[in-house]
């Protein structure tokens, strides 16, 4: 057998790990600019410099591999820098949501174990509060600029070391990556960098990235998909990325029409904003070639009207989640014609099954929840070996997802588990009654919930944001649903709002409107 000296060696030339994957991203793009942010630019061997540079100085600071490394912070070219660091020395990186306080961010910190902190210079109060009850050992900025632990001062330090020799693998956890929370308290999924790189390979293959794409990143590089579907895979292929703070509307609009960008994502709400923002016709959009669209379910009609109006460019739908890196199925473009509402067939990686409470597969267009097999799949939740059990029980990742399969093997995403509605004992999935909503000429947006009732247990109950200058009534609306579903399906209640709740992602938040509206069913009722 080698001895531990030869497997170290043998790990180190195989290169199974983000760090030797960015180094030969480096040697072969060289020069390329593979990071804009704010007038700064970084070519790709710039940036594994700077990697190798924040690696070297944590290690020299006494961080060891597995250690765990928050990063508190927005979207910024340090944020990257850091969290390739990370990988290339070995840490264990904790992307946090930048809008968390309080309890939530202070669960996080201390649940993961974090020994360091990185954080924008603006949230440090939240931060100092959070950080009472954690075990910190140090806290430095992302983005300052100066300071002896600050990332972009330490990347941009011609004279600081980028000598580092750690050995890491395939089965290293490179990343903890904490779910949303909704049902229970976060659980932080242990991605490998195997896992990952398997992520990309898939990316990069069903999403047809290209070294000639111009990306533009305006989603939170906490969240996984911008991370690991877009910005990761799209610097291994080389191609460059405009990395911007959060997706403003007319940021976006104006960014795509100067930089002449090629590939953009976006979760359905955004591309909402987009359609509906009033200078959306007077930028030229025709250098788009590539439109991404998940994190949620994106309505026909909505879908149907991006099409229609940006006509030269190819729509992907991309559905996933955190524990499988995120990606697991992509509908290409040259599918949507005849499956619009599908999110496609599994990616390259990926195997799924659609099955009943024992397991079993149920027949094409039956619901059941949907499970997967990958080699991008986390390894389980950090430190909760209860809940690791039951999502890999049978042998299979539980995506907590209803949908079903067609005969030719597409995946139709029903409704989150928790967001279907039993109504009276009918079960009512919220994204068809969303879809027949959305037809109305006057709708903006909508989100459709369950909410107590004393009659039905849980109604139907609709949220509506109107298109500016438009308008309908309870009434019309319902009058107009009917056209369009079963009696039971209608809404039992409407409530018209000025706007949607969504986190920093861009992604709705049911659960806002479960527990503000909980208790006050009944301002707007559906006969």
Not at 39 to 45: D, K, L, Q, T, V
Not at 75 to 99: E, Q
Not at 175 to 187: E, F
Not at 249 to 275: M, N, Y
Request: proline share 5%; aromatic share 8%.
């Amino acid at each position: 057998m080698p001895t531990d000296v030869a497997n170290n060696a043998i790990a180190a030339a195989r290169g199974i790990s983000i760090g030797g994957a960015l180094a030969r991203a480096a040697r072969r793009h060289g020069g390329r600019i593979a990071l804009r942010y704010e007038g700064r630019e970084w070519n790709f061997s710039d940036l594994h410099t700077a990697a190798k540079r924040v690696a070297r100085r944590f290690t020299d600071m006494g961080l060891k591999r597995g250690d765990r490394v928050a990063a508190f912070g927005r979207n910024s070219d340090a944020y990257v820098v850091a969290w390739l660091g990370c990988a290339v020395g070995g840490f264990i990186h904790v992307p946090v949501n930048y809008a968390l306080t309080g309890e939530e961010l202070s669960y996080i910190l201390t649940q993961s174990g974090a020994r360091m902190v990185l954080h924008d210079a603006d949230l440090a109060g939240p931060l100092a509060d959070a950080g009472k009850t954690a075990r910190l050992e140090w806290t430095g900025t992302l983005a300052a600029g100066t300071g002896e632990l600050d990332v972009l001062a330490i990347a941009k330090d011609a004279g600081a070391s980028a000598d580092i020799d750690v050995v890491v693998d395939a089965d290293t956890v490179v990343q903890l990556l904490y779910t949303s929370g909704t049902t229970a308290a976060p659980k932080g999924a242990m991605m490998t960098h195997g896992s990952l790189l398997a992520e990309y390979e898939s990316a990069i293959h069903d999403c047809r990235f290209a070294e000639s794409d111009r990306s533009l990143a305006a989603l939170p590089l906490y969240h996984s998909a911008q991370m690991h579907v877009f910005l990761m895979p799209q610097l291994m292929v080389g191609a460059t990325t405009l990395l911007i703070q959060a997706p403003a509307l007319k940021q976006c609009l104006d960014l795509i029409e100067a930089h002449r960008i090629t590939s953009f994502f976006a979760p359905p709400t955004v591309w909402v904003g987009l359609l509906r923002h009033p200078d959306f016709d007077a930028h030229d959009l025709g250098s788009l070639e590539k439109l991404y669209y998940g994190a949620s379910i994106m309505p026909v009609p909505v879908l149907q009207e991006l099409r229609r109006r940006l006509p030269n460019a190819r729509a992907f739908n991309c559905y996933g989640q955190s524990e499988i890196g995120p990606l697991a199925t992509v509908l290409a473009p040259e599918e949507h014609e005849d499956r619009p509402a599908s999110a496609g067939r599994p990616v390259l990686n990926v195997e799924t099954r659609v099955v009943d409470l024992e397991m079993n597969d149920v027949p094409p267009g039956t619901h059941g929840e949907i499970v997967h097999r990958s080699p991008q799949l986390m390894v389980g939740y950090w430190d909760k070996e209860r809940e690791t059990e039951e999502a890999f029980q049978g042998g299979w990742f539980h995506s907590g997802d209803v949908g079903y399969l067609d005969e030719a093997g597409y995946l139709y995403i029903v409704d989150r588990i928790k967001d279907v509605i039993n109504t009276g004992g009918v079960v009512v999935a919220s994204r068809e009654v969303e879809e027949a909503i959305y037809t109305h000429p006057a709708v903006a947006e909508v989100a459709v919930v369950a909410l107590p009732d004393p009659k039905w247990i849980e109604a139907v109950t609709a949220f509506v944001v109107l298109r500016s200058g438009q308008s309908v009534d309870t009434e019309g609306l319902i009058a107009h649903c009917r056209g369009h579903l079963a009696p039971f399906k209608l809404p039992k209640h409407v409530h018209f709002v000025d706007s949607l709740p969504r986190n920093t992602a861009g992604k709705l938040l049911k659960r806002e409107l479960r527990r503000a509206y909980g208790e006050t069913v009944g301002s707007e009722t559906a006969a």
